[in-house]
């Protein structure tokens, strides 16, 4: 029997491989984000977007290998802080260590594909608070939620904290990613207030995406990356759980896509494609608590909910006056909690009310940190560009370059 | 020696990790026909034309589960309507069934795989009917056409059907599914009739594409998606077997590029680039019969040859005024047609008579069904927009939204 | 024991899953040099710009078929010439032959592999030359310089020639194949001399891009793409290697966006998107040639520093007038120097000595190659186009189709 640890034994290498193809396409979500904020909001505001969403991946990965996977993950706090468990101090460059020594991938892959999944939770945040938000503070913002916030709550359910103890189940983190990166993006909007024009004399005014193309492209990215996202949450190839996962997020997605096509043809009398786009990512969102769990047919039910509640929730935050230029709290937080919530309804063997307890307590923790760190931020250098240059658009003003040289643009819109 | 059925059987994990690597790669192939449709017609119908091929996948992906699956797979026709094969009644969590119990990869990654397959047969036509469908009648057509009329041809093959029996070689669907969506997307044009403004005074008048960048983002994706469709269709990640298959496709491709150039170079005086991309589809298309059965060397002259065939296609096809905006029949009907039929030219092992049964039946089989559905939908519910609403575009006619807000468009084009 | 090379042996297929999977992600750089090239450009040249990437990968695959390959790895020079060896003339059907019965994967799998290698090589010239060269003489400079040039160069390092032999470290190719591009794109640089209007009056001009959504979508797709690129040049799924592979790739390249960020926001007093774009591929140029020998921290710094060099040589290659529309130089060329000298800085086992040398060696190879090359087609078949064609734009001029038919577009920027 060969070594259970080298690279010649064949069961090692086909589960490593497909957790790095994993991480691959969960890597691509990144792009998928950058081109659906950019497409749902207008050509003025594009490339501090698409500015955002780039230095994001790279924050956030770098703050998961010095601070965060030690605190998520980590038995030494202190070693945590100081990086040396992602950064691999005392692991051989074979990437195993004794806690790594039976299991289906290495160290290295574990790190690799926790850095990307924690840098999608900020960039969830980055939508909502879009064409207002001054770069460098969201920066700031985003380098410490990624750094400690999402770590602290992935370490409750996935490193061996009070969550997962209590039986809650988040399979990929309809909780601990997406609502997470729910709360912070309500948080933000709270605190910065809506756009200049959004509403004006009681009327909510409809200001439009830029290029639905672009956000279409991101939406399937999104979907595409969704198959490392929860196949690779399996943490390992095994053929059933995995093909089982691939087999729910589907169903859920286009369930989603119907859903969503339907309640907005209904309700707002013609087919919405921004609503159908949110339709699917909200389907994906839905099932990403409980792929592993629900039967296909639940998946089935469970995303054609979560589409139909996010064309209301996005009517809804409206109606309220959370001015959210791409539906970020709708898909990720609301079908975040609507996710984790129907695993309690649709799997006999999870608890409704733990999914319940895990729901609020994330939700106070989060909140209440993004809603003090954007607080802060603003009592100190301010959060929010000039009206000026809100109007001129955060392209020229934080940047000095338009996204669309010689294209002829109407920036009043 | 480990049970051949376990997650633990490194054999299996590897074989159905590379099938579900091949159905990440087909579903994206979804985003690749809306880029490339979308960017190869009109800025005002980009919403419609991104709507429904995202509600295809949707439309697809469900009837595929509730039925498609069934037809084309199932022992038990009653079963198969009432969907239960496709949402797993009887199979276990990990997808292991009587059937599955010594292949190569789960029956879960069996269905995922074959309904990104189907999805794609109703895609197809999406391209050929654009800028003057309507979306509702549309819909209905899609969700006939990938329900029944696919995994009744599907069966014929694949399925354990008469042309499987007789010898008929199609590896990957040049005609199963390539033609298959040709064959709609031919009835469509002959029923619905050219796009207005297309065919004036005895002549015709070029309508342009709006983005040839979206048009080519779509291509490359079509390209890399190819290599899950035919190296997906192997049924294992066989290493011989799926790099012969890489190779042949990718010299095919690169050989209608090459074709279509210097066609296109010749007869129309310049090198033009939607002719280039519909060369490498052309390509695509022409090898996906044959891939495992040709020669490196035979797949550079059945792409070469699919990629003049393109060009002359595209030019006839426009000279009998059936009006196709991006060139659909051309690439999926004509080119499958040549790769079947190349099959029984290249291999000895296949019969030229054989192929030719094949895209007959095939192609009597689809093109009348399809005829019959958009005559009876036109007959009764209607297909076509209005006049008024073609001229102003389908974007805000059907939809109620433009896809490029604030950009300054000329929609008399 | 099985045999080690059928398909039933679980370790062969999982490796060669794995080569085959890098292979479909470094194809799909080809789009991210299609989409990054034509987005830092103008949108009067964007078609042009496209059809040059999308006939590249098709050339760079045939001449590597025909005659790359076999001068790279050939044992026998006629044999290469004639192109036995990469169409597989005494290869059977699995891809097995005596030098393959050993490895992770088949001779097929080899070729496909290296091929799309050979073709980056090409199309990296491709944005440094935009906007102003002849398509003709450039697909002819490009067929010559994959098919012959960069074959030999390969062979020196990674075919058992004098570069390999000395113990030259260059793992995936930051002086083989980025300065190799990088070379031939200065090359071309010089001999073609600025666009029209870019130096004035003894002032540089800026010449925005048209499209910073594309040039960002082209980045991601690119380092998405390495993931292959770097994780395929293991050249088997060793579970170590790669992910230690993927671990330095990322952390390189998240530390290139962080140096080119701060670099231009201190230097140019802006945070400037296109910089940090260039950073990111900085970082993953710069981390290519040792990514296997590195550690995690190396690795941040040597992304880092390339990060901030990619600013200051864009900037110094613009003070001395050599117009590079998109920075290949600076990115592919000054980057893969540094990466390549920095693997003898930061592994101890690698001599700095033998990298200089190999970065001279193939330098000069490649820069008078290329230089005389470019300058033999200049002196006959010329390679610029008219002025006249260079104002009204070469989508127009070489290809007679708008890029963005219906926008309304300045084509005088």
């Given at each position: 029997m060969p070594d259970p640890r080298a690279a010649t034994d064949a069961l090692f290498v086909a589960n490593n491989t497909w957790m790095l193809v994993a991480t691959v396409l969960v890597f691509i979500m990144h792009l998928g984000f950058a081109c659906l904020e950019s497409g749902m909001t207008r050509a003025k505001n594009t490339t501090n977007i698409l500015f955002k969403n780039v230095s994001i991946v790279a924050i956030g990965v770098l703050t998961y290998a010095i601070i965060g996977f030690s605190l998520m993950y980590g038995d030494d706090v202190l070693a945590g802080v100081l990086g040396f468990r992602g950064l691999g101090i005392g692991t051989d460059a074979a990437g195993v260590t004794a806690a790594y020594?039976?299991?289906?991938?290495t160290y290295w892959t574990d790190f690799i594909f926790q850095a990307m999944f924690a840098a999608t939770a900020a960039t969830i945040v980055s939508g909502a608070v879009?064409?207002?938000?001054?770069l460098g503070p969201f920066l700031v913002f985003s380098a410490l939620y990624v750094a400690l916030i999402y770590p602290i709550v992935g370490f409750w359910t996935w490193g061996g904290g009070w969550l997962g103890s209590l039986g809650f189940h988040d399979f990929a983190g309809s909780t601990i990613v997406h609502s997470v990166g729910g709360w912070g993006a309500l948080a933000g909007v709270v605190v910065l207030?809506?756009?200049?024009?959004?509403?004006v004399g009681g009327q909510s005014r409809p200001i439009m995406g830029h290029s639905l193309p672009l956000a279409t492209i991101g939406m399937f990215l999104l979907w595409f990356g969704w198959y490392g996202f929860n196949g690779g949450s399996v943490l390992s190839g095994d053929p059933g759980k995995v093909s089982f996962v691939f087999v729910t997020t589907t169903l859920a997605a286009a369930a989603g896509v119907m859903g969503a096509m339907w309640t907005s043809w209904i309700v707002q009398k013609h087919p919405d494609l921004s609503m159908v786009l949110n339709g699917a990512l909200a389907g994906l969102v839905g099932i990403t608590a409980g792929a592993d769990v629900v039967s296909p047919l639940s998946a089935i039910v469970i995303g054609g909910i979560a589409g139909v509640i996010v064309v209301f929730s996005v009517l809804g935050f409206d109606r309220v006056r959370l001015d959210d230029p791409v539906g970020a709290t709708s898909v990720h937080l609301v079908c975040g909690v609507w996710g984790t919530l129907a695993v309690g309804l649709f799997s006999?063997?999870?608890?409704f009310l733990d999914q319940l307890i895990g729901v609020a307590g994330v939700g106070a923790f989060c909140f209440a940190s993004a809603f003090v760190l954007f607080w802060a931020l603003r009592a100190t250098v301010g959060i929010r560009v000039s009206a000026d240059e809100e109007l001129l658009g955060l392209?020229?003003?934080?940047?000095?370059?338009?996204?669309?040289?010689?294209f002829q643009i109407f920036t009043t819109q």
């Open positions: 020594a039976d299991g289906a991938y879009a064409e207002r938000v001054r207030g809506p756009r200049l024009g959004k509403y006999s063997d999870v608890s392209d020229i003003g934080e940047h000095g370059m338009e996204a669309y040289a010689g």
